[in-house]
């Protein structure tokens, strides 16, 4: 079955950086979209930045801009976010998910992925 599988999370000081992975296993040939999500103690999960599948299409939270990238290595199967310039509010659990559809300007909709990592935890203090 298809998974999804996260790691690179930890705990850094605001302003450093950490490097998300996600390896992926058994993607259906129709995966369009790959996609980073968070979910922080209290709130909804939002939609971090999201990359089409293959191709060079790339999309972010206007919070993240400028400071998060996401990136694929096909040969890998594997999608990362960098992120950088970290801030207290970027704390949460982030999870990668994958889309059966081509998403573009709806690509922070959580519920039009359908397959989801377990997640991993970044936080970063003050």
């Known amino acids: 079955q298809v998974q999804l599988v996260e790691s690179g999370g930890g705990s850094v000081q605001a302003g450093g950086s950490l490097r998300l992975s996600c390896a992926a296993s058994k993607l259906p040939s129709n995966t369009y979209f790959l996609g980073w999500f968070r979910q922080a103690p209290g709130k909804e999960r939002e939609g971090v930045a999201s990359i089409r599948r293959g191709g060079s299409w790339s999309y972010y939270a206007d919070s993240v801009k400028d400071r998060f990238t996401i990136s694929q290595d096909n040969a890998k199967n594997t999608l990362y976010l960098q992120m950088n310039s970290l801030k207290p509010e970027d704390t949460a659990m982030y999870y990668c998910?994958?889309?059966?559809?081509?998403?573009?300007?709806?690509?922070?909709?959580?519920?039009?992925?359908?397959?989801w990592g377990q997640g991993t935890q970044v936080t970063v203090s003050s």
């Open positions: 998910a994958a889309a059966l559809d081509y998403l573009y300007e709806f690509w922070y909709k959580s519920q039009r992925y359908q397959y």
